[in-house]
């Protein structure tokens, strides 16, 4: 579905709008919450010594942070769409 910028920027969001982005929200929660472990597991099972081995470990812990930071960040935002919504 495309959502259309309104018009007014001072104009509040029509409801239909607060849902459907608290829904996309909470999908996108989710999914992140759903990659953590299987990027712990690949991370613990790469016990190979080599320095692209290392740099694929290093971007999978620095994903794996960001994973959580970003599920951090998407709670945050569905907590102030619930407050919206109520």
């Given amino acids: ?12 969001p029509p409801d239909w709008a607060v849902l459907h982005a608290l829904s ?3 999908a ?10 299987p990027l712990v ?8 010594r080599s320095d692209g081995v290392q740099a694929l470990q290093d971007a999978l ?12 960040d998407v709670t945050d935002h569905e907590r102030a769409l619930e ?3 109520v």
Wanted: charged letters at 25%; proline letters at 6%; glycine letters at 4%.
């Fill in 61 to 72: 812990h620095d994903l794996l942070a960001s994973t959580r930071l970003a599920r951090a």
């Fill in 41 to 48: 597991t690949l991370r613990g099972d790469t016990e190979w």
């Fill in 28 to 37: 996108a929660g989710a999914a992140l919450q759903d990659a953590i472990p």
């Fill in 1 to 12: 579905m495309l959502l259309l910028a309104p018009t007014d920027p001072a104009a509040a």
């Fill in 24 to 26: 996309l929200i909470r």
């Fill in 83 to 85: 407050r919206i919504e």
